[in-house]
């Protein structure tokens, strides 16, 4: 049996959405495609035709990749995330003390990860850190790079992060 993952429920909205998408609109563009390509005659030479077959693999292969994600998905119950303190579905603001730089963080589950979006996971080396501390804590992140602090400054829920 596949590990539980933890989604917030942005994050597990999105899969569904994916999966939705994936089912109904991927699936007939990819089927118009094949009978376009179809249409063209020899199918041994028919460079079109192959492209639509391995678009086909692929979407099929990523739907039973989001089907296995979801069944295994836990949604993170956002009443009862403690905002005083850093936890899954938080958002945080540190200041890196050393480079005197803010930064805001939200700390979303391992399939959820977008470093360019500010969410990191709550199993990276910053988000175990961040786990459970509040605002005015520093905490110590280790890193390959070496060793940083981190104060944290505030802490709410992502959900409110508009």
């Given at each position: ?45 028919n460079s ?6 391995n678009q ?75 786990m459970g ?30």
């Amino acid at each position: 049996m596949a590990e539980k993952q933890l989604y917030t429920p942005e994050g597990y909205k999105e899969l569904t959405d994916e999966l939705d998408h994936r089912k109904s609109v991927k699936r007939e563009e990819i089927k118009e495609a094949i009978a376009t390509a179809r249409s063209f005659g020899d199918l041994s030479e028919n460079s079109e035709y192959d492209e639509a077959r391995n678009q086909q693999a692929e979407n099929e292969a990523r739907i039973k990749e989001l089907e296995a994600l979801i069944e295994n998905a836990e949604i993170v119950d956002e009443s009862k995330i403690d905002t005083k303190a850093v936890s899954l579905g938080s958002t945080v603001v540190v200041l890196d003390v050393e480079e005197d730089e803010e930064i805001k963080y939200s700390i979303v589950g391992s399939n959820e990860v977008n470093p360019l979006e500010g969410k990191i996971s709550d199993r990276s080396p910053v988000g175990s850190a961040l786990m459970g501390a509040k605002a005015g804590n520093t905490v110590s992140v280790t890193t390959p790079a070496g060793v940083y602090q981190l104060k944290i400054i505030d802490v709410y829920r992502s959900k409110n992060d508009n």
